[in-house]
């Protein structure tokens, strides 16, 4: 194990050395429950990875601080000579001050996303033209974005916003009934769903019995799938999951609440799996000159 440590801490050095010369763009997306992220070049993902944060659950913002600063000193040690961009959702743009801090503290580029560009940014991943027939959700800690190539609706159905309207705790997940009949009645209409998010990838993670983002991406969850899921983790401790080593730490404790969102979906039409998100978007506006909004030419 040491040596595999060694090895990829030397692998890292070299790429570090070589990003001033061949361009690589890194992105943060800082999210409600996790931070994600991305290393790209030329269009090709050469790292991307998960920091679970759940800084929609932390009420005090110094402890927030010190959480979201754990995970980005991991980021910047990845990263070291990388110039990375961040960019904050709805945890920031309610705690825009908490997202100050942490721009300032390490040094970093971004902004928050407005409710519109983050649906946006978060379709053009999947529909970079605004040409298909689909609904983008995006399921976060704080929101979820329902996404169509002419609108966009934002609802307070994030994991930890259900978290705490609901006991959705595992062993026993007492309330998921009263969960997703409050999801069902707060849903418009929609057809071809695909589901961005670490909830829908951690659902069929679940079903495939490991993380693979290759796998995993273009997955149909059924509502089948999904009720599937929901009983594997019934009566199992938050312990217990995390000892299947399946999703991320912390994940664990908003897969549940995921699932309601994901089931009040797939029971009127199965979701295709997107491991994308608008990190992506963003990653190749940044390579391509700069950050672009489309659809405000559109409008």
């Not at 027939?133 to 329902?146: H, M």
């Not at 009720?227 to 009566?235: P, S």
């Not at 963003?282 to 700069?290: F, K, S, T, V």
């Amino acid at each position: 194990m040491k040596e595999m440590l060694r090895g990829r801490q030397v692998v890292w050095y070299l790429l570090s050395e070589l990003c001033g010369v061949i361009g690589v763009v890194a992105v943060v997306d800082l999210g409600s429950n996790s931070f994600i992220l991305l290393v790209q070049h030329e269009g090709e993902t050469l790292l991307e990875e998960v920091y679970e944060v759940g800084l929609k659950s932390i009420k005090d913002e110094d402890e927030a601080f010190e959480v979201a600063s754990r995970a980005m000193s991991q980021i910047k040690a990845k990263v070291s000579d990388v110039p990375i961009h961040v960019f904050g959702t709805a945890i920031f743009r309610e705690k825009p001050r908490l997202f100050e801090r942490i721009v300032r503290e390490f040094g970093l580029k971004g902004e928050i996303l407005s409710e519109e560009d983050e649906a946006y940014f978060t379709y053009m991943s999947v529909d970079p033209n605004f040409e298909k027939d689909i609904t983008v959700f995006d399921l976060g800690g704080g929101s979820l974005e329902v996404v169509r190539k002419d609108w966009f609706l934002s609802l307070p159905l994030g994991t930890h916003v259900l978290n705490n309207l609901f006991d959705l705790s595992l062993p026993t997940i007492q309330q998921f009934q009263d969960a997703l009949r409050y999801v069902e009645g707060m849903l418009p209409s929609f057809t071809n769903p695909v589901g961005i998010g670490g909830s829908f990838v951690a659902i069929a993670s679940m079903r495939i019995g490991k993380w693979d983002l290759k796998t995993v991406e273009g997955f149909i969850l059924t509502h089948h799938d999904v009720e599937a899921v929901v009983q594997q983790l019934k009566g199992n401790t938050y312990e217990q999951v995390r000892s299947w080593n399946i999703v991320p730490i912390g994940r664990e404790r908003t897969i549940v609440a995921g699932c309601a969102v994901a089931l009040a979906i797939a029971k009127r039409e199965s979701i295709k799996v997107s491991t994308k998100g608008f990190r992506h978007t963003l990653a190749r506006m940044l390579e391509e000159g700069g950050i672009q909004r489309p659809w405000l030419r559109r409008g």
